[in-house]
């Protein structure tokens, strides 16, 4: 039987939830329950509606530069015609490679026009190079020493081309097999603060007698020398082992940063 106080003052009410909105019925459930539903569900509803309102925009990846496919001229030593396959073999397996321009694969037609027309030589070599943005020095044990190699060299620089050194004597050639690495022919050539083109022999730095005139523009690739001196072109270049850099996935690169270094 209830007092007589209490009968006055009726049935207790539940102190007022300070935290909860004018209108809205309490929660019968715990912190973030409800009648229907776990505490744990509504948990994570709960921290889910938080985590909406802090969406951030996605990152804008940076857009990389587009591979360009570049005509290339390939400068080599036909002594390493084996291992020079290795690479120009390449381009008909990948299709991406199809694009390029190859240098002649007949060593009889050039070792005769060597020994019979060095006129000749130099038309086949000029016309070879029409149309070329990038010439690639592939580098066997002699390419260094080779006449023509140098010749390609220098005409590949008077005309504007981009130029890259891929070393090949860890290529297997069939016959030989593997070779000594050999020196980076782009070394062994340079242009002089007067414009002119340099080839290095007999232990100096001497105008190169194939193409006398200077040049009319300065490589943007090759920083000047001081008066007087020569800028050897491997200052400028890039150097690559098609073994070692992975040059059957990677040439591509190589030859499109070459050609982008000379402006094209």
């Known amino acids: 039987m209830a007092s007589p ?15 909860q909105q004018v209108g809205v019925p309490p929660r019968t459930n715990g912190l973030f329950g409800s009648s229907g539903q776990s505490a744990k569900a509504a948990h994570q509803n709960f921290l889910g509606d938080i985590l909406k309102g802090l969406e951030l925009p996605p990152l804008q990846q940076p857009a990389r530069a587009a ?6 001229f390939y400068s080599f030593h036909f002594g390493d015609v084996f291992r020079v396959n290795h690479v120009r073999n390449s381009g008909k397996i990948r299709p991406a490679d199809k694009g390029r321009l190859l240098t002649p694969n007949d060593r009889s037609l050039w070792e005769r026009v060597k020994r019979t027309n060095p006129a000749n030589l130099r038309r086949l070599i ?6 070329t943005s990038v010439t690639c020095v592939l580098v066997g044990t002699e390419t260094w020493s080779r006449e ?14 981009g130029l890259v050194a891929v070393h090949i004597d860890k290529c297997e050639c069939p016959r030989t097999g593997f070779s ?3 020196l980076n022919p782009l070394a062994q050539m340079a242009l002089g603060w007067d414009f002119r083109i340099y080839e290095f022999v007999n232990g100096g730095w001497h105008p190169y007698s194939k193409i006398a005139q200077s040049l009319t523009r300065w490589p943007q690739w090759l920083r000047r020398p001081s008066p007087g001196c020569v800028m050897p072109l491997d200052t400028g270049t890039a150097s690559y082992d098609w073994k070692l850099d992975d040059g059957y996935r990677n040439l ?3 030859t499109d940063a070459a050609a982008k270094s000379a402006g094209h």
Do not use: M, Q
């Not at 000029?126 to 149309?131: I, K, N, T, Y």
């Not at 023509?148 to 081309?161: F, T």
């Open 5 to 19: 106080l209490a009968a006055l003052l009726g049935t207790p009410k539940p102190a007022p939830n300070p935290f």
């Open 67 to 72: 591979i360009k496919i570049r005509n290339v």
């Open 126 to 131: 000029d016309r070879g190079l029409l149309g």
């Open 148 to 161: 023509w190699v140098r010749y390609e060299i220098a005409r590949s620089l008077a005309r504007g081309n």
């Open 180 to 182: 000594p690495a050999g």
């Open 252 to 254: 591509i690169h190589w």
